[in-house]
């Protein structure tokens, strides 16, 4: 019996090795690696500039009470490239979050709008902790106790009510710019331009997670660029350090200042070790982002009208290499375990959708291979 408390459905072989965009199984097969541990894995596994950052003597850790020249420098990096003024960092996507949420509700205290209504977004995803969760529809079910804030949960894309909504009173909004859990959603063009429009005219605070969506995963170094988003804060987490945990919470000017010393903290965020491999992500996923760009269009022009020549598939959404594949049919589970007996590895979420999170370095070629192989099993159904 295992005595490791297994709360997710996992392959059945462990890992022994991983290169590139493959992973080396127990088995002694090798597979390609089309979700990255979830996002992850943005350049591959063993990737030579992380393995060198790695090799250097450097010191395990220092608390957040000791400066080190990586802390600036990786914030500098991040704010100069996202054009946000202050950036403080976490172990995960979760904890971004819970930051967010916190440094949201301080800047709503010093203006006195504690009492007004926080709105996010039906299908959302924003972590398992239970601030996050409080934001989060996707669990609702789960029972969990929620802050004691008012949170409305507003249809993803629904331009109408979002407007009725905000003129109800909105203090702050916290959404997804393309929901990943939800697989892969984007709203219309319009919902994006309204809320940026909203957001001037009322001067509510926005916090977009980018958790999954940043870091060059649909091509640009932001989505939110992608839709005209202009956030107060934005969260990053998952790749940004380069497989150890890591997140970011970047703050613009008027809420940085609403937060004083002791409002928040971290032992372990920022650690030296995830700040040294940041570096090497940030550099390298600015270098990828053309190479996302062209295989977005791949996708579009030819890629994805190949899948949608196939009706076993209802439809694909993708935006960069964010990428979710829509079936008619209940059957994803069956069709990521065959993709797995063929050597692929895919995430499968929501019964019916195939979602693929690839490496950013995933070549022309490769992509090819891997659309046709999941095709292929998927019209064998
Ligand atoms: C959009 C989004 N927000 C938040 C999270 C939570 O991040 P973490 O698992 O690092 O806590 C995730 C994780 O999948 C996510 O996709």
């Not at 301080?106 to 709105?119: A, G, I, M, P, Q």
């Not at 919902?191 to 605070?205: M, V």
């Not at 956030?231 to 004083?260: C, S, Y």
Request: with cysteine; aromatic share 8%; hydrophobic share 45%.
């Amino acid at each position: 019996m295992s005595s490791f408390l297994q709360l997710f459905h996992p392959f059945p072989f462990k890992v022994i090795d991983g290169h590139d965009i493959y992973l080396q199984l127990e088995d002694g097969k090798k597979y390609m690696d089309l979700f990255t541990g979830l996002g992850v894995n943005l350049l591959g596994h063993n990737h030579p500039d992380i393995i060198e950052a790695l090799s250097h003597p450097f010191p395990m850790h220092l608390c957040a009470l000791l400066e080190h020249s990586l802390k600036e420098e990786v914030a500098r990096d991040l704010a100069r490239i996202t054009k946000f003024d202050k950036v403080f960092f976490s172990n995960s996507g979760t904890e971004a979050i819970e930051g967010a949420l916190k440094f949201m509700w301080k800047w709503l205290e010093k203006r006195s709008s504690t009492n007004e209504r926080v709105f996010a977004f039906r299908d959302s995803f924003h972590g398992r902790t239970l601030g996050s969760l409080s934001v989060t529809d996707l669990f609702s079910h789960q029972n969990f106790p929620r802050l004691n804030i008012d949170v409305v949960f507003l249809p993803f894309g629904d331009t109408q009510m979002l407007a009725q909504e905000v003129e109800r009173g909105c203090g702050f909004m916290i959404l997804e710019p393309v929901q990943g859990a939800a697989g892969v959603k984007c709203a219309p063009d319009d919902f994006y331009r309204t809320l940026t429009r909203l957001q001037k005219e009322f001067g509510f605070g926005l916090i977009v997670d980018e958790i999954q969506s940043g870091l060059g995963r649909t091509g640009e170094f932001l989505a939110s660029t992608l839709f005209g988003l202009e956030p107060d804060i934005v969260t990053l987490a998952k790749g940004l350090g380069g497989g150890i945990p890591l997140g970011a919470i970047l703050i613009k000017e008027r809420i940085a200042n609403a937060i004083k010393p002791g409002d928040h903290g971290t032992t372990m965020g920022g650690n030296y070790l995830a700040l040294r491999l940041a570096k090497v992500v940030i550099k390298q996923v600015q270098n990828l982002l053309d190479h996302v760009r062209n295989l977005d269009m791949l996708m579009k022009d030819i890629l994805a009208p190949q899948l949608l020549n196939n009706e076993k598939i209802r439809t694909v959404r993708h935006k960069g290499l964010f990428i979710a594949i829509e079936l008619k049919v209940e059957k994803a589970d069956e069709v990521k375990e065959i993709l797995f007996e063929k050597g692929y590895l895919v995430n499968s979420i929501r019964r019916k959708i195939i979602r693929l999170l690839p490496p950013l370095i995933i070549t022309i070629d490769e992509l090819r291979e891997a659309v046709q192989q999941i095709n292929e099993v998927i019209e064998e159904f």
